[in-house]
């Protein structure tokens, strides 16, 4: 069964650091751009950041997070990370780790066909 | 990189159509053939209905159709479900600061 099954999130005092992962299973995560989206409390769903299929490749990130979180992946584990720092009450959200439809390389199907049931992340004092 | 623009609720009767539309801008919808759509039941992860701009993926029902005309996108769910009563978002791959955007989110209810 394809799955990816995310943890770490918990309660942050404002300014504090979380790592989140996302374990993946049931396909060949080597090959797959990797995402993550929030979505805070009540409120809509906003793309975070994302990387490509292989270690060390390209990350890319929203404006809101850039040069605070971290994506990176270890595809000997097949898991994906994201490593929060500088925490605002403002990143109050659901994380969730989302995998890109289309394989490496492609332009087409560019969207998330499988995600994982959400991590919450609480930032208050 | 701003949202793309959904109807905060979009309602109908069993058996009715509706349309839900997404707009953009030429760096995103317009830009690309790259709009997906994303179905969520409260408490739950979003589901992949529709991707570049009006394919299915497989397992998802044929009541569901996507198109597309200059900077607008739409959903359409046919033949009205009680099933259907989820909040529903677009996206699109962009050419802005990010490569993804996603859209403000429609409520459907079904009366």
Redesign the interface.
Known sequence: EVQLLESGGGLVQPGGSLRLSCAASGFTFSIYAM?W?RQAPGK????VS?MSANSGGNT????SVRGRFTISRDNIKNTLYLQMNSLRVEDTAVY?CAKK?GLVGT???????I????TMVTVSS | ?S?LTQPASVSGSPGQSITISCSGTSSDVGG???V?W?Q?YPAK????MI??VSNR?SGVSNRFSGSKSVNTASLTISGLQAEDEADY?C?S?TSG?????????TKVTVL
């Open positions: 995402h989206v809509g769903l906003e793309w994302g890319y990130y929203a404006d969730y439809f332009t087409t199907q560019r969207a998330f066909d995600w994982g049931q959400g | 990189q949202a690309y053939n790259s997906s994303y969520q992860a979003p589901k992949l991707y570049d993926p978002y996206s791959y600061s990010t490569p993804y955007v996603f859209g403000t989110g």
